[in-house]
């Protein structure tokens, strides 16, 4: 199974965790009205766990493949303690779709490890996308989940992240579950 369970440092204490904290939210401007309910989504789960408006950072790029790009000058500014990508990539019947979608997961993986910003995508690209009212429709309620999941996320690494920088958890032994 590929999901965490709840994270101790979050449960805690999320508000003090991530005082202080500081996000920049991409959005690719290609379907617009799709991506901006990830991003919208994001914006409300951080209201819950306690970040203000002013802790968060809008950009809106052109489309998915300019995102690596500003996250990579994002991060390496050290104004932003983790950087969350929206985009819809869609498949319009050539080969360009899978270009582009590899393009832009690889870059935002590369930004994360390169600058140990994290660095988390909900960018999607689905198989089958028709503009039409259906699957605009669908695309719109999806992303809303997306973005709580990515915001979730950002989140949750942050905590963990702020938690290994501080004294104690460094110097607190490791040990594997169930010892």
Known sequence: MNQLSPSPVLAAAPVAVHRGARVAIISASWHPDIVHQA??????????????????????????????????????????????????????????????TAAVIDGLMRVQLDTEVPVMSAVLTPRDFHD??????????????????????????????????????????ATAPGQ
């Open 39 to 100: 991003r919208d989504a994001a914006l409300a789960e951080f209201k819950r766990n306690g970040l203000s408006p002013a802790q968060i950072a809008l950009f809106d790029v052109p489309g998915a493949f300019e995102i690596p790009l500003l996250a990579r000058k994002l991060a390496r500014s050290g104004r932003y303690d983790a950087i969350v990508a929206c985009a819809l990539v869609v498949n319009g019947g050539i080969y360009r779709h899978e270009f582009v």
């Open 132 to 173: 039409h009212e259906e699957h605009v429709r669908f695309f719109r309620e999806h992303f809303v989940k997306k973005g709580t999941e990515v915001a979730q996320a950002c989140l949750q690494t942050m905590a963990y992240l702020r938690a290994l920088a501080s004294p104690t958890m460094a110097a607190a032994p």
